[in-house]
């Protein structure tokens, strides 16, 4: 997929303007998607990248950096921190971007559909390994407990906490969002997530994909 192409950037500029005259993004979406013949690809590209200057803004004054994790509990949204490193380490470097708001995320959507793979088990060894290193007082990991195989995950995740000698926990959620956005403001901890609604409910995001991708010298698509 081409982020540069002319088509793109055109619709790009349409859905933000709409946006910022407070149309719904769904519905704004679907006008700009069927106006330009988008694909489900590029429909995602725009979801996940493009927002009103204000909301950009909040959710960028909300990111600290992994040093200021020292001491703090950070709750990591799994899949949505998961799936992300997963394509970097596999190497999907066109399907990770770099939104407006500051975070980077993958367009691929694959959320829902999401199972174990491979490149789980570097992934999760990569970001333990990576918080480890900045001290945090514990880490927590959450996943959805409706998609397929959560407990398991969280299970594994479990085991490289221990074998790293991290403290924390894993486990599963009905409603990771709210478990996350309430669980933070309880004990003043950090989230680790790009997904926007959590974004704009919590106090303090660590966007933990950008970081790896710095380590392992990927850079996203679109900067």
């Known amino acids: 997929m081409n982020f540069q192409d002319p088509i793109l950037t055109e619709a790009k500029k349409d859905f933000q303007y709409l946006l910022e005259r407070g149309?719904?993004?769904?519905?704004?979406l679907e006008y700009v998607g069927n106006h330009y013949?988008?694909?489900?690809?590029?429909?995602?590209?725009?979801?996940?990248?493009?927002?009103?200057?204000?909301?950009?803004?909040?959710?960028?004054?909300k990111l600290i950096l992994l040093s200021d994790i020292k001491g703090k509990d950070v709750l990591l949204d799994g899949y949505n921190v998961l799936i992300t490193v997963e394509a970097l380490i596999q190497g999907e470097k066109e399907v990770v971007v770099k939104c407006e708001d500051g975070v980077i995320r993958d367009v691929k959507a694959v959320f829902g559909k999401y199972k174990k793979n491979e490149n789980t088990a570097p992934a999760l060894n990569s970001i333990i390994s990576l918080l480890k290193i900045f001290k945090p007082k514990g880490v927590f990991f959450f996943f959805d407990s409706p998609v397929s195989l959560s407990g398991e995950l969280a299970r594994a995740t479990r085991e490289i906490l221990n074998t790293q000698k991290?403290?924390?926990?894993?486990?599963?959620?009905?409603?990771?969002?709210?478990q996350l956005i309430s669980l933070s403001h309880e004990v003043d901890g950090v989230v680790a997530t790009s997904d926007g609604i959590v974004m704009d409910k919590v106090d303090k995001v660590l966007d933990v994909p950008s970081y790896v991708s710095r380590l392992n010298r990927?850079?996203?698509?679109?900067k």
């Open 23 to 28: 149309f719904p993004r769904t519905g704004a």
């Open 37 to 61: 013949l988008l694909g489900d690809l590029e429909r995602n590209y725009l979801i996940r990248t493009v927002f009103p200057r204000a909301k950009i803004e909040s959710r960028r004054n």
């Open 166 to 178: 991290v403290s924390g926990d894993a486990q599963t959620s009905e409603n990771v969002d709210s």
């Open 218 to 222: 990927g850079k996203p698509a679109v």
